[in-house]
Nanobody, 123 residues
């Protein structure tokens, strides 16, 4: 059974930093594409960052480029999202997602989702 459990969310002031973690069981983060999504109230879920396996490349939404970094620890089977220079518009529920294969481009490429962790950024 695949389980993804996010942690690390919280409330910070604008300009602050947070690191989100996603502990994964029943699935190897080293073999498949992994990603982070977020959803603000009244908004659609949007992709924040993803990491493919074959190319090893990471992809970021334009709104977070230069501020967020996705990474994974294969030994710990954990995915991370380091967030710096947080802005009020980053406020959302953040979800970890595990891909169906080595490459992923959008939400349909992800087959497993965590329950989310709330990030709130105040001005």
């Amino acid at each position: 059974q695949v389980q993804l459990v996010e942690s690390g969310g919280g409330s910070v002031q604008a300009g602050g930093s947070l690191r989100l973690s996603c502990a994964v069981s029943g699935y190897s983060v080293s073999r498949y594409c992994m990603g982070w999504f977020r959803q603000a109230p009244g908004e659609e879920r949007e992709g924040v960052a993803r990491m493919s396996v074959g190319s090893g490349r990471s992809y970021y939404a334009d709104s977070v480029k230069g501020r967020f970094t996705i990474s994974r620890d294969n030994a710990e089977n954990t995915l991370y999202l380091q967030m710096h220079s947080l802005k009020p518009e980053d406020t959302a529920m953040y979800y970890c997602a595990a891909g169906r294969g080595q490459y992923c481009t959008g939400p349909l490429d992800f087959g497993f989702w965590g329950q989310g962790t709330q990030v709130t950024v105040s001005s």
